[in-house]
């Protein structure tokens, strides 16, 4: 064996796992990058920091997306239920007053 040589090699075809090849710890998800993402990740970048790793950065924009559309449901479903409630007579509010400064203000 030469000098320096390793002194086992694996038979043909055997495959080593690399260190790159260890299960990570969570799934990745892939994101095909358009312009508009691009945008996104640098108006997020803006707000965390310029050497903020782009993976952290679309990840904090995944998760307040997520809140944010939480939040846009709850806010449609109060409006429904205060719309329903001026419908039926019951938000508590005063429509001859509005009406009336409707008028005042727009002379209709």
Known sequence: MPKGAFPWYPPAGTLIPMATQRKQR???????RDPALDR???????????STPTSK???????RGAEAFEGD???ERKAVDFAL??????SGLDLDRLRSARERAWGR
């Open 26 to 32: 969570n799934d990745r998800v892939q994101v095909p």
């Open 40 to 50: 996104a990740i640098k108006r997020g970048r803006a707000a965390m920091g310029p």
């Open 57 to 63: 950065v679309v990840r904090e924009l995944a998760l």
């Open 73 to 75: 449901e709850v806010a």
């Open 85 to 90: 409630s001026v419908a039926d007579g019951t």
